[in-house]
């Protein structure tokens, strides 16, 4: 079946504007994450979504981020008035469970952002 | 912080060598996860191990875990130029994060 699929795969965006980033994890799959990774650092996690709700969102940066999750599907991942240090790859992974991150996650190729 | 830490930063060998990663976390886990990063595929789920567990293998992958240090090593033998990869573990813990993880070049 089809994995999970993140648009846009690129995007460009001035200083201040706001971007959104879609995530469409794997059908079936209860959990979601959001995570960002710099050019060759490791990931930061931001979020995790068990259903529609988010009982963690203890990685958000700033009050710039937010994040929602709709009909335990979709989720979009939303960051108001960019700035330069938010460009990174955005990347979301979905799971089966994952009440204790225990389950195999597995990855979208990624949202690049880049904050001119 | 991260919770999960790995050594060493970058490691180059030859093709048919055998690699071995090490990773080291803070808080006591009930699972420890190993991943794989390359340009072609994304990042890739290797190997679970959960807390009672000691050693796990998965073709050539083995991977070991000691609670009392905090400690997993992921071993790679008879590399491949296809193993050429960043590797990273992760924890669950309170939160699952990532490593800035094992830059690893198999030389052909």
């Known amino acids: 079946g089809a994995g999970v699929s993140q648009s846009p795969s690129n995007k460009v965006t001035e200083k201040g504007k706001d971007v959104e980033l879609r995530c469409d994890p794997i059908?079936?799959?209860?959990?979601l994450y959001w995570y960002r990774q710099s050019l060759g650092q490791g990931l930061e996690f931001l979020i995790y979504?068990?259903?529609?709700?988010?009982?963690?969102k203890s990685g958000l940066p700033s009050d710039r981020f937010s994040a929602e999750r709709t009909g335990g599907s979709v989720s979009t991942l939303t960051i108001q008035r960019t700035q330069q240090e938010d460009s990174a790859v955005y990347l979301c992974?979905?799971?089966?469970?994952?009440?204790?991150?225990?389950?195999?996650?597995?990855f979208g190729p990624g949202t690049r952002l880049t904050v001119t | 912080s991260q919770q999960g830490e790995e050594d060493p930063q970058a490691l180059s060998i030859q093709e048919g060598e055998n690699a071995t990663m090490n990773c080291s976390y803070k808080?006591?886990?009930?699972?420890l996860q190993w991943y794989r990063q390359n340009s072609g595929r994304g990042l890739v789920h290797l190997i679970l191990i959960r807390s009672n567990e000691r050693e796990k293998h998965s073709g050539r992958l083995r991977v070991t875990l000691d609670t009392s240090k905090k400690s997993s090593s992921l071993l790679i033998t008879a590399s491949r130029a296809a193993d050429t990869a960043s590797y990273f573990c992760?924890?669950?813990?309170?939160?699952?994060?990532f490593g800035a993880g094992t830059r690893l070049t198999v030389k052909p």
């Open positions: 992974a979905s799971s089966l469970g994952g009440t204790s991150f225990s389950y195999e996650q597995y």
């Open positions: 808080t006591s886990i009930n699972n």
């Open positions: 992760a924890t669950d813990a309170s939160d699952m994060r």
């Open positions: 059908s079936g799959h209860t959990a």
């Open positions: 979504f068990q259903g529609n709700s988010a009982p963690d």
